[in-house]
């Protein structure tokens, strides 16, 4: 039987509609909760809606259900896809990546492979556009799952932050951390370890001092590699594109693939100001 191959990806691996529409890749949206309403992110709620209603409420997030992985799964059977690439954030950050390994093998007639790329945002997403572009390509199913393993040290994003104060809330961080940069006015970059979890990279006083910290740590990343790259911004459109021109001037071996505004389920944890800067190697 022949494989028709479609790639999906969690609404935390933040990937925009222009990526979504162009490669093909299904959203499975998670959930942010505000008193009135939990709408489905990416789908009924602009990250704006977040930003507006900072700093005094600031709403939780959840992950789909297992009913509402089993239906989006089945959904994507019944279309006719047999093969299924489900790229999902760090098991640290969320547990939607063994939600979807445990209803996976309840569909029959969809071969499902979950990559759990042990990061988050766009350093998640780009590996679903990885994949999606090798299916357009006429890669075989086996083969793409071989080449994603092969890439797993290859996506480099770090986030440069006006504040902690919203990862603290959401409980992504320790009272420790966020004293100390408090009290030292200092600005943090924040990665994903190789095991998924956040640390800080640097604690740099001042904004325009952090932000060219983020690029310097990406240049010497990718070391002269080809590479793609993308830019993030928290509310901050003009910042981004900034930082979108140095990142490009510095690295003109690289391709920028995307520039976006992150989804709102992220916005919830990481506050404005944010920049986000990533290098995907050799793509």
Known sequence: MQE???V???????IGRD??????????????????KEYED?????????YERFPDEIPSTSMPSPGEILDFLEKLRDEGYTHCISVNISDHL?????????VAGEVEGLTTYVYNTKDISFG?????????????EGVPFDEICRRMEEKREDSHLMFYMDTLDYLKKGGRIGNVAFMIANVLHMKPIIACDPEGVYYT????????KGKQRVI?????????KRCWLAVLHGNDEEEGKRTAAMLQEKIPQGELIYFNQINASLAVNTGPGLIGVLAFAEP
Not at 8 to 14: E, G, L
Not at 124 to 136: C, H, R
Not at 216 to 224: A, C, L, M, R, W
């Open 124 to 136: 998640s997403g780009v590996y679903a556009v990885y994949a999606a572009k090798l299916v357009q």
């Open 201 to 208: 990279v640097a604690k740099i006083r001042g904004a325009k």
């Open 8 to 14: 999906m990806a969690d609404s935390c691996c933040d």
């Open 94 to 102: 969320s547990g939607t990546v063994n939600n979807v390994k445990s």
């Open 4 to 6: 028709k191959i479609v």
């Open 42 to 50: 990416g789908v009924d709620i602009d990250p704006k809606v977040i």
């Open 19 to 36: 990526l979504q529409e162009k490669y093909n890749i299904r959203v499975l949206p998670v959930h942010v909760i505000y008193p009135e």
């Open 216 to 224: 310097d740590e990406i240049v010497k990343t990718v070391g002269g």
